[in-house]
């Protein structure tokens, strides 16, 4: 897969807001702090249920819940595209303003869509899936003003960070459970008359659920407190839930993320985790490696250290249930055969 880096969140505003300057259909934008987002109320509707989702992860988790009852467009399926750092067209714009309801991320990951709500998307239902995080987290944590960073987190004295907030919540099974339920509400709000099949897709679904967090609660059970590493904190919520300690350095790992260079200090600390056998595992996105992160990656399989490969989108063919179970199997596997 070919190389991918971050852009700035600085790009991506400006871009957008050429491109709702583009759109025919669409008035001027303006960015809009993801805190201030709110759902428009959600009312009857005649005709076809059509939702939108920022990327085919919530898309999916959308189909599970609307069955052959709505229509579900994904605007990012490409395992290519980063959703930080992605350029709305005037047909997504035009797309999400038109909705009967948008799921999306939030917590300032799929920012476009947080835009798009904020000027033209007044008036249309939503699902911020970032906002339910409290009702499926241990720890105690405040989401962020604008988007959630490892900045804000706990630490204890070696450093290794708990409890972070982190934007990636899909990697929480719970949080998925819990945006379906908030789908199948938006739902029967729309649809009334197949409110109750909606709540009954999604209590299906959440029953999935449980055959992902009892894979991470064997996962503690059997390796408490594992010491891993992770290329950047994409699986954060998976690493958490399965009670490992992630010993990146994070100073790497936010650098990946961001698209910056990391220090030499952190990658020469990161390498060492590696060679002197100090983590049982890495978790590696393999949606943004470029040439450092394919060093960790040689550094870990030349030590015997297995290698997890985790994504942001949903490869295809699969779906959310399939991709996490695998997600959570795969860091099985890998600790059961760890050095």
């Keep these: 897969m070919s190389s991918i880096r971050r852009a700035s ?28 987002i709110e759902s428009a109320p959600a009312t009857p509707v ?30 990012i399926s490409d395992p290519s595209a980063d ?5 709305a067209s005037p047909a ?15 917590g300032g990951y799929d920012q476009f869509i947080e835009d798009i709500l904020g000027s033209e998307g007044k008036d249309v239902p ?37 409890g972070e907030v982190n934007e990636h919540v899909w990697y929480n099974a719970e949080v998925a459970a819990h945006t379906a339920e908030e789908i199948a509400d938006k739902l029967g709000q729309l649809d009334p008359d197949n409110a ?4 009954a897709n999604a209590e299906t679904f959440h029953e999935q659920v449980h ?23 994409i699986a954060h919520y998976l690493i958490e839930e399965s009670e490992l300690d992630d010993r ?3 100073d790497f790992k936010n650098s990946i993320e961001e698209g910056n260079d990391p220090s030499p200090a952190s990658i020469a600390a990161t390498r060492d985790l590696f060679t002197s056998k100090s983590v049982r595992a890495l978790v590696y996105n393999i949606q943004t490696e470029d040439a450092v992160t394919q060093d960790i990656r040689s550094t870990s399989e030349a030590a015997g250290i297995p290698v997890v490969e985790v994504t942001e989108t949903l490869p295809a063919g699969m779906t959310y249930i399939e991709w996490q179970t695998k997600a959570a199997t795969d860091l099985q596997a890998a600790l059961a055969t760890a050095p």
């Design 83 to 87: 959703p930080h750092s992605y350029e």
């Design 248 to 250: 990146t350095p994070e």
């Design 46 to 75: 005649d005709g076809p249920i059509t939702i939108v989702a920022s990327t085919n992860v919530w898309g999916s988790v959308a189909e599970a819940v609307a069955g052959d009852l709505a229509t579900v467009t994904s605007l």
């Design 126 to 162: 939503s699902v911020d899936a970032f906002t339910l995080l409290d009702e499926s987290h241990d720890h105690d944590s405040e989401p962020a003003s604008d988007e959630a960073t490892p900045e804000a987190e706990a630490t204890d004295g070696d450093g290794h960070s708990h």
């Design 9 to 36: 969140r600085t790009k991506l505003t400006a871009a957008l807001g050429l491109t709702c300057a583009a759109a025919l259909t669409l008035s001027a934008c303006s960015s809009t702090d993801s805190a201030s």
């Design 196 to 199: 109750a099949q909606y709540t």
């Design 211 to 233: 055959g992902i967090t009892d894979v991470t609660a064997k996962i503690a059970a059997d390796h408490p407190n594992a010491p891993v590493a992770q290329t950047e904190p």
């Design 92 to 106: 997504d714009a035009a797309a999400v303003a038109e909705a009967s309801l948008v799921v999306y991320n939030g």
